[in-house]
């Protein structure tokens, strides 16, 4: 296998490789020449990655495992579901999309994740973690009932299987006894390390057809003898249970086969050609390296998770033809504090609590990194939990320690607080439970798609009775608005954008941000503007800003959009002949449905246009294409008003 040390900046020649357009044409070709295809989509993957972006370590580890499952499986015809997605990218070469890897996740470029839309070889589409066995157990229940022949295959990594839809699912697929092979891609070392000679050859022997029918045979044979089948069975189990964690999956109902090497491709082949064809659920556990055959990521799988698109270095650029001054910043901007990501006012501010009030408690549902924990998770271990990807068990863990008198605040992105939307309610609100949200992603996060986007948290979090909803417009009011929650003695929510804020200084104290409160930000004029009120709600403010000063409109900053700040918005409805509700969520039930809702409540006939996402689910781009494209930048905003002026 060949080890890299850069990302290639041009593309790599991969003549193998660019002569396969379909898997049929992998499975055609000889044993001998499969190691040289997976380099060569190590290297291709490296290149396209580079050139867009994106998730990277996970790819990089199953590029061997993608060609084997290929290779083995009569694709599309053989279902192949794919788990979150992360990993698909190798998966995506092989299908036809090789050339269009370049721009993946890119505004009108492919989807970051397996997108049924996309290709007849993602047969189920992805985003969120461990679906991917309840999916294809389900295709292959329904095989069964149509009296289809077809293999059906789910690939899961260790992280996935943390949570506890996996379980759900691997319990079924037992008891039901279909015929599923669920491969396990352990990068992690969070089950076994027995990889090796022994186990390999244990594999090997395991799912060979001259063993399994000697032991179908056997178990004819014993069956006849009062006790010895239940001595077979308990003596096959403690052996495999000497050299691999079986014990567990075979309980389950699987048969049970690995850990073998990941990065074997002829082990991997023949065992899957092996373990295609058996009957029941099948289980193979597959050790694999994140980010193999890159040393960067080797050494550090968590930071090459995904990676950002990668301009060429200075010694592969042509030369500039002069030597350019830098741009001289004007007075203003030298003045104004540097933007900082909203996630980090979260860690900074999470730390600062902690050091002032030992009571609280910082959970996570593995998004340590991304929601900026790691300063805390050290300086706090004792006061840190990372529950894994169990975004429900981590909503009723924190209602659970609410109920001892200490104060939990659970940092998760607003698309997988969806996970956990039962727990909010039954757990949290019912019981009206001191329990913060800090909700990070929440609007359009960007490349991930509708998978990842935050689009639907203000409207599913106010219509839950008791539930404070609160939405900065810069990082200063991120902080109070923190406080704010953390202090309020009931479940509140703190939701805001991905990305940095418009540079706003953060005060040092954490004095919170009264609830409830509008600000008023700019006043209407005598020009026709005047005649519009913007209710802007967290993130669309700047913009509506922008459009005020255009218009001569009025403008406010609503901050909390549970409770409203009733007051503000009577007085903008009786002096205004035109509200604009803004807000980066779908506009059914929310933030603009609130102002209905109270203007309808206090019988106000006043005309209202409701700004927001549209009823539909917004693909992948760039923010500030996406905004642009749903008609909520500056532009945007400004002609829609125009339109309804007329």
Same mark, same amino acid.
């Given at each position: 296998?060949?080890?890299?040390?850069?990302?290639?900046?041009?593309?790599?020649?991969? &003549?193998?490789?660019?002569?396969?357009?379909?898997?049929?044409?992998?499975?055609?070709?000889?044993? @001998?020449?499969?190691?040289?295809?997976?380099?060569?989509?190590?290297?291709?993957?490296?290149?396209?990655?580079?050139?867009?972006?994106?998730?990277?370590?996970?790819?990089?580890?199953?590029?061997?495992?993608?060609?084997?499952?290929?290779?083995?499986?009569?694709?599309?015809?053989?279902?192949?579901?794919?788990?979150?997605?992360?990993?698909?990218?190798?998966?995506?070469?092989?299908?036809?999309?090789?050339?269009?890897?370049?721009?993946?996740?890119?505004?009108? =470029?492919?989807?970051?994740?397996?997108?049924?839309?996309?290709?007849?070889?993602?047969?189920?589409?992805? *985003?969120?973690?461990?679906?991917?066995?309840?999916?294809?157990?389900?295709?292959? +229940? !329904?095989?069964?009932?149509?009296?289809?022949?077809?293999?059906?295959?789910?690939?899961?990594?260790?992280?996935?299987?943390?949570?506890?839809?996996?379980?759900?699912?691997?319990?079924?697929?037992?008891?039901?006894?279909?015929?599923?092979?669920?491969?396990?891609?352990?990068?992690?070392?969070?089950?076994?390390?027995?990889?090796?000679?022994?186990?390999?050859?244990?594999?090997?022997?395991?799912?060979?057809?001259?063993?399994?029918?000697?032991?179908?045979?056997?178990?004819?044979?014993?069956?006849?003898?009062?006790?010895?089948?239940?001595?077979?069975?308990?003596?096959?189990?403690?052996? $495999?249970?000497?050299?691999?964690?079986?014990?567990?999956?075979?309980?389950?109902?699987?048969?049970?086969?690995? &850990?073998?090497?990941?990065?074997?491709?002829?082990?991997?082949?023949?065992?899957?050609?092996?373990?295609?064809?058996?009957? *029941?659920?099948?289980?193979?556990?597959?050790?694999?390296?994140?980010?193999?055959?890159?040393?960067?990521?080797?050494?550090?799988?968590?930071?090459?998770?995904?990676?950002?698109?990668?301009?060429?270095?200075?010694?592969?650029?042509?030369?500039?033809?002069?030597?350019?001054?830098?741009?001289?910043?004007?007075?203003?901007?030298?003045?104004?504090?540097?933007?900082? $990501?909203?996630?980090?006012?979260?860690?900074?501010?999470i730390c600062d609590m902690a050091a002032a009030d030992s009571r609280l408690i910082g959970i996570t549902p593995a998004m340590r990194e991304g929601s900026d924990l790691?300063?805390?998770?050290?300086?706090?271990?004792?006061?840190?939990?990372?529950?894994?990807?169990?975004?429900?068990?981590?909503?009723?863990?924190?209602?659970?320690?609410?109920?001892?008198?200490?104060?939990?605040?659970?940092?998760?992105?607003?698309?997988?607080?969806?996970?956990?939307?039962?727990?909010?309610?039954?757990?949290?609100?019912v019981q009206h439970l001191d329990v913060t949200f800090a909700i990070d992603r929440a609007g359009l996060v960007g490349e991930d798609g509708p998978t990842h986007h935050?689009?639907?948290?203000?409207?599913?979090?106010?219509?839950?009775?008791?539930?404070?909803?609160?939405? %900065?417009?810069?990082?200063?009011?991120?902080? !109070?608005?923190?406080?704010?929650?953390?202090?309020?003695?009931?479940?509140?929510?703190?939701?805001?954008?991905?990305?940095? =804020? %418009?540079?706003?200084?953060?005060?040092?104290?954490?004095?919170?941000?009264?609830?409830?409160?509008?600000?008023?930000?700019?006043?209407?004029?005598?020009?026709?503007?005047?005649?519009?009120?913007?209710?802007?709600?967290?993130?669309?403010? %700047?913009? @509506?800003?922008?459009?005020?000063?255009?218009?001569?409109?009025?403008?406010?900053n609503m901050r909390s959009v549970k409770p409203l700040d009733r007051d503000a918005v009577l007085a903008a409805a009786a002096g205004h002949d035109l509200l604009v509700? +803004?807000?980066?969520?779908?506009?059914?039930?929310?933030?603009?449905? !609130?102002?209905?809702?109270?203007?309808?409540?206090?019988?106000?006939?006043?005309? /209202?246009?409701?700004?927001?996402?549209?009823?539909?689910?917004?693909?992948?781009?760039?923010?500030?294409?996406?905004?642009?494209?749903?008609? /909520?930048?500056?532009?945007?905003?400004?002609?829609?008003?125009?339109?309804?002026?007329?």
């Amino acid at each position: 296998m060949k080890l890299f040390d850069e990302i290639p900046a041009e593309r790599p020649a991969t &003549p193998l490789l660019d002569a396969l357009d379909t898997p049929a044409a992998l499975r055609a070709l000889p044993s @001998a020449q499969l190691q040289q295809l997976a380099d060569e989509l190590r290297a291709y993957l490296l290149y396209s990655v580079g050139c867009s972006g994106g998730h990277f370590g996970a790819g990089l580890g199953v590029v061997e495992l993608t060609v084997a499952l290929h290779q083995a499986l009569e694709t599309p015809h053989d279902r192949l579901v794919w788990d979150v997605g992360h990993q698909a990218y190798p998966h995506k070469i092989l299908t036809g999309r090789r050339e269009a890897m370049p721009r993946i996740r890119q505004y009108g =470029g492919l989807a970051a994740f397996p997108s049924r839309a996309e290709s007849e070889y993602d047969t189920f589409g992805v *985003g969120h973690s461990s679906t991917s066995i309840s999916a294809a157990l389900g295709m292959a +229940l !329904a095989a069964r009932a149509k009296g289809e022949q077809r293999r059906t295959c789910a690939v899961i990594g260790d992280g996935a299987l943390t949570a506890g839809m996996a379980f759900e699912a691997l319990a079924h697929a037992g008891h039901v006894d279909a015929n599923l092979l669920v491969v396990l891609n352990d990068n992690e070392m969070s089950i076994s390390e027995n990889v090796g000679g022994i186990a390999s050859y244990l594999a090997r022997i395991l799912a060979s057809k001259p063993y399994t029918a000697m032991r179908e045979n056997s178990k004819k044979v014993l069956s006849h003898l009062p006790g010895a089948l239940e001595l077979a069975r308990r003596t096959e189990e403690h052996m $495999k249970g000497m050299i691999s964690p079986a014990t567990l999956f075979e309980e389950m109902g699987f048969n049970y086969i690995g &850990p073998i090497d990941g990065h074997d491709l002829p082990l991997l082949v023949q065992t899957l050609r092996n373990m295609r064809d058996l009957d *029941g659920p099948q289980f193979l556990h597959v050790k694999t390296r994140k980010g193999r055959g890159f040393r960067p990521a080797e050494a550090d799988p968590i930071g090459y998770h995904a990676i950002t698109k990668l301009e060429k270095s200075d010694a592969s650029a042509a030369p500039p033809l002069k030597p350019t001054a830098p741009a001289r910043k004007a007075p203003s901007d030298a003045m104004r504090p540097k933007p900082r $990501k909203f996630c980090n006012v979260f860690g900074d501010w999470i730390c600062d609590m902690a050091a002032a009030d030992s009571r609280l408690i910082g959970i996570t549902p593995a998004m340590r990194e991304g929601s900026d924990l790691i300063r805390f998770s050290r300086e706090y271990p004792q006061r840190y939990f990372d529950v894994a990807i169990a975004e429900q068990h981590a909503v009723t863990l924190a209602a659970g320690m609410a109920c001892e008198g200490v104060k939990p605040v659970v940092a998760i992105y607003s698309t997988f607080l969806q996970r956990g939307y039962d727990q909010l309610i039954h757990d949290v609100a019912v019981q009206h439970l001191d329990v913060t949200f800090a909700i990070d992603r929440a609007g359009l996060v960007g490349e991930d798609g509708p998978t990842h986007h935050g689009s639907m948290d203000l409207s599913f979090l106010r219509c839950v009775p008791g539930m404070v909803v609160l939405a %900065p417009a810069d990082e200063a009011e991120c902080r !109070a608005m923190l406080s704010a929650a953390y202090h309020h003695p009931g479940p509140a929510a703190v939701r805001y954008p991905r990305g940095t =804020g %418009p540079g706003v200084a953060i005060p040092a104290h954490l004095e919170p941000l009264a609830i409830g409160r509008a600000e008023t930000r700019r006043e209407s004029g005598a020009a026709p503007g005047a005649r519009v009120a913007l209710l802007a709600f967290g993130s669309l403010n %700047p913009a @509506a800003a922008e459009v005020a000063e255009r218009l001569d409109a009025g403008h406010l900053n609503m901050r909390s959009v549970k409770p409203l700040d009733r007051d503000a918005v009577l007085a903008a409805a009786a002096g205004h002949d035109l509200l604009v509700t +803004l807000e980066e969520n779908v506009v059914a039930g929310g933030a603009g449905s !609130a102002v209905a809702e109270l203007l309808v409540a206090e019988g106000i006939q006043a005309p /209202l246009l409701q700004l927001g996402l549209p009823d539909a689910f917004v693909e992948h781009g760039k923010p500030a294409e996406l905004l642009a494209d749903c008609g /909520l930048d500056a532009a945007g905003i400004e002609a829609a008003i125009r339109a309804r002026l007329g």
